[in-house]
């Protein structure tokens, strides 16, 4: 059984830190990203990594946020530092085996639960 299952997730005060992690089973992927949604908007891309090693960031998160990946752990991890109102949303990861587009949310076939990051002005 294929399970993605975030955590790490919480409360923050504005300019503070969290990490998430995304732990994986029933079988080995080689793309990973990180997506957010807030209530009442889309849900976007927030960065990715494929398996060649190259990351993707997304506009309003580079220089704050960064993906990174545990290939022994199967074990996906989102750092966010000097985090902003804004970036208050449900977290989710997602994971693929083949990816075109890596900033598609259709280019992933598995998803986790998410987990709630807000972050206080």
């Known amino acids: 059984q294929v399970q993605l299952v975030e955590s790490g997730g919480g409360l923050v005060q504005a300019g503070g830190s969290l990490r998430l992690s995304c732990a994986a089973s029933?079988?080995?992927?080689?793309?990973y990203a990180w997506f957010r949604q807030a209530p009442g908007k889309e849900r976007e891309f927030v960065v990715g990594?494929?398996?060649?090693?190259?990351?993707y960031t997304a506009d309003s998160v580079k220089g704050r946020f960064t993906i990174s990946r545990d290939n022994a752990k199967n074990t996906v991890y989102l750092e966010m530092n000097s985090l902003k109102p804004d970036d208050t949303a449900v977290y989710y990861c997602?994971?693929?085996?083949?990816?075109?587009?890596?900033?598609?949310?259709?280019?992933?076939?598995?998803w986790g639960q998410g987990t709630q990051v807000t972050v206080s002005s």
């Open positions: 997602a994971a693929g085996a083949s990816i075109v587009d890596p900033t598609a949310s259709q280019s992933y076939d598995y």
């Open positions: 990594i494929r398996w060649t090693g190259r990351i």
């Open positions: 029933g079988r080995t992927f080689n793309s």
